[in-house]
């Protein structure tokens, strides 16, 4: 039987959430039914290391520098004079051509550099937004799918456009199915569930390659994430304060990176939490941080599945999380953690009650101790089967 070929693509391979579930997605798919390649938007590849080795991959090295091309320059130049007289709406309509102009010409450089007359049986767009209208646009396939990783309805008249091209919507969960339904009733009939998975036995093995000493007698907490407005470090920080005006005496390893960093330390040596907050860097195997901490926090404003969550419950954590979609989704009050409102009183309140509440703190992790996840591989690679092949 011949193989058929199956494109993969995504933005980059930096540490994160989606990046870590394409991983496992490697492993899940039938590489004797399938050619596989994995395409990489940027040539950002941290994880690149974790690939499955069976898939083919493939890295843009674009040289070009869009910025200094002629017709980029003449915008650039419109831009400034336009600013220079206070022209507002000229000036936001003169920086969206220029990002659509330069967005266009670097997607036909891919598409000419890596694609050029090549057709594929099935093309997937691993990412909703512009990785996306690259593979509407400028890939060849018989067949087109899209993931979608978040739970808020972005660049939602985009979509609109280029849904009609795609066969199939890959939503992370029910709850998650059902938004997409209601932001793309046209597309209700398009779209599958495939969750996302973790596995257990490569996070302990690799929770132990490295040994974090949590300074004696106090609690340690762990949020691991990209610092971006959306994850939400900024209520870590001022539910930290909220803790330590209480009286808590804890340690929170901020574990990542990112263009809010800068703003996150000014906030933290506002509040005199220094020695509360240690901002670790990027780490490209986060689980140590995660196996040191008593509990695992997720600040975020939105989360469609955050793998963090399901993560932190397989080293055995309880997780304090907002009540984003994916929060709701994964956490159960009680059981293996609690939601609270997304803002910082309501975090540093639930944190509160698993460092001072004993009982039920032993609870849950005696509930997560008990949980068995040995058959969701084989119901992952199911999800995949079905959505390559229905």
Same mark, same amino acid.
């Given at each position: 039987m011949d193989k058929k070929s199956l494109l993969i693509v995504i933005p980059h391979l930096t540490i994160g959430g989606v990046q870590k579930t394409l991983i496992s997605a490697l492993k899940a798919l039938d590489y004797d039914k399938y050619d596989v390649t994995l395409y990489l938007r940027k040539n950002r590849t941290n994880l690149l290391e974790f690939v499955d080795k069976r898939a083919n991959v493939i890295v843009n090295t674009d040289p070009h520098h869009y910025y200094r091309k002629s017709y980029a320059v003449a915008l650039q130049l419109k831009i400034m004079i336009n600013k220079f007289f206070g022209r507002k709406d000229a000036v936001a309509a003169l920086n969206k051509e220029l990002a659509d102009r330069i967005r266009d010409d670097s997607m036909q450089y891919e598409q000419k550099a890596y694609f050029n007359f090549q057709k594929f049986d099935i093309a997937i767009a691993y990412v909703q937004g512009y990785t996306s209208l690259f593979v509407n646009k400028y890939v060849n396939a018989d067949e087109k799918i899209i993931f979608y990783h978040t739970s808020a309805d972005e660049l939602h008249e985009m979509h609109e456009l280029i849904l009609p +091209?795609?066969?199939?919507?890959?939503?992370?969960?029910?709850?998650?199915?059902?938004?997409?339904e209601k932001w793309y009733p046209k597309h209700k009939s398009k779209i599958l569930v495939v969750e996302n998975y973790t596995d257990q036995?490569?996070?302990t093995v690799q929770s132990k390659e490295k040994e974090i000493k949590v300074p004696k007698g106090k609690i340690a907490l762990c949020s691991c994430g990209r610092f971006t407005p959306v994850k939400g470090f900024d209520l870590a920080v001022e539910s930290a304060r909220i803790l330590k005006d209480n009286g808590n005496d804890f340690v929170w390893y901020f574990v +990542?990176? +990112?263009?809010?960093?800068?703003?996150?330390?000014?906030?933290i040596k506002e509040y005199n939490l220094s020695e509360n907050i240690i901002i670790t860097g990027m780490q490209k195997n986060p689980y140590p941080y995660m196996a040191a901490c008593d509990i695992y926090v997720q600040p975020s404003y939105e989360e469609a599945m955050p793998v963090t969550i399901l993560e932190a419950h397989r080293l055995n954590k309880p997780v304090v999380s907002t009540a984003t979609v994916g929060g709701k989704k994964l956490v159960e009050n009680g059981k293996n953690g609690f939601v609270c409102k997304i803002n910082a009183f309501s975090l540093a309140?639930?944190?509160?009650?698993?460092?001072?509440?004993?009982?039920?703190?032993?609870?849950?992790?005696?509930?997560?101790?008990?949980t068995d996840y040995s058959h969701e591989f084989e119901k992952y690679k199911e999800q995949w089967k079905n959505l390559l092949e229905e």
């Open positions: +091209g795609f066969d199939k919507i890959a939503a992370l969960h029910e709850d998650q199915r059902l938004l997409l036995e490569m996070i +990542g990176d +990112g263009p809010e960093k800068d703003n996150l330390i000014k906030l309140e639930s944190t509160e009650k698993l460092i001072k509440d004993e009982k039920t703190y032993s609870d849950i992790v005696n509930n997560l101790k008990n």
